[in-house]
């Protein structure tokens, strides 16, 4: 089997392809490098025993995505590329359209003037909206969305299910993440955000390697067990074992699949700072701020649909995944190399 990832120089995407050829399965990677460094590809390169290929492309280059699917073998599709920063998409509307449900148009005809129907999708747990309780299940109306960026995320879901709608022998799993934080065990590889981090362990692990000096955490005063927020947060080799599992039921059955993927246990802002500091032994000062603009109190998974459908299950705790980013880190305080 050969997968194209797009978006598969990023976070996800990387730790990703190093699950796929662990399991045998060979990739191509189509990135633009915007959100990325070209060194991530040395760094999946050194942990794999089998070489790739890799395309700088941006998958809105409707010419060259088909030159690269004339040009490999190719049966199905991890579609990692997007931007993914909630702020940010506030400010710029029509980049975020452009570059997430146009660049997944563009994909999808690609794809299907080339005979590829198979298809595994990035969605996100904000497709939930604000209104639905935790824990959160697949068939919990969708679509109430606070931003643009997660309107694409709802967008591209309703596309891909019209799609399937009027062609069947397509083969298309939407999967809803919830918060992926932690890195490859070997500290080669992690998240590297541009700038200030939006999300909480990157601007965590910042404030212990010493380049901020303290977090701001948003709001104590939720309905919470200590007042701040509540995720789910799971471990990004798990996310990556859980797209393996995905992309092997894209190859087997027709139809259009939801899946969350996340631990199912919710965690405090306070909680993970605690976890922090007791796994890398250094203290991190925090400041009570005001409370987020479109933040919700509480968002964790009923990941139990993944696990009776794909046999998958997240394995990998808490602990394991504040280590395991502290490794990369600090081995990487300036993140990958230009
Ligand atoms: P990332 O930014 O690290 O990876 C995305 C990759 O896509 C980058 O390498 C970027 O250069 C590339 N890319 C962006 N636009 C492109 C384009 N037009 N053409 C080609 N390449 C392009 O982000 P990530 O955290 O790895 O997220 C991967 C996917 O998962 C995204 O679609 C994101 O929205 C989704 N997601 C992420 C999270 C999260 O918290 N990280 C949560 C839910 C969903
Ligand atoms: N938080 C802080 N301080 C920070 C950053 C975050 O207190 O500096 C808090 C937030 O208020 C929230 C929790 O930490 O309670 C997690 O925040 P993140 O920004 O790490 O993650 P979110 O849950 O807000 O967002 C993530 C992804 C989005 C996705 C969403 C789906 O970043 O892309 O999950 O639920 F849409």
Known sequence: MSVLVTGGAGYIGSHTCVELINAGIDIVIVDNFYNCKKSSIDRIRALVDRDFKY?????????????????????SVIHFAGLKAVGESVEKPLEYFDNNVNGTLVLLDVMRNNGCKKIVFSSSATVYGMNNIS???EDMAVGGVTNPYGRTKYMIECILQDL?????????????????IGAHKSGTMGEDPNGIPNNLMPFITQVAIGKRDHLNVFGDDYDTHDGTGVRDYIHVVDLALGHVKAVQKVEKDNGCFIYNLGTGIGYSVLDVVKAFEKASGVTIP??????????????????????????WKAERGLEEMCEDSWRWQSQNPNGYPD
Do not use: H, V
Not at 55 to 75: H, S, T
Not at 164 to 180: E, G, K, T, V
Not at 291 to 307: F, V
């Open 164 to 180: 399937y709608a009027s062609d069947n022998s397509w083969s298309i799993c939407l999967l809803r993440y919830f918060n992926p």
């Open 135 to 137: 824990p959160l299940t």
């Open 286 to 311: 925090y400041e009570i701020q005001a409370r987020r603009a479109g933040d919700i109190a509480t968002c964790y998974s009923d990941p139990s649909k993944a696990l009776a459908e794909l046999n």
């Open 55 to 75: 395309y700088e492309c941006d998958i809105r280059d409707r010419e060259g995505m088909d030159r690269i699917f004339k040009a490999e073998k190719i049966d």
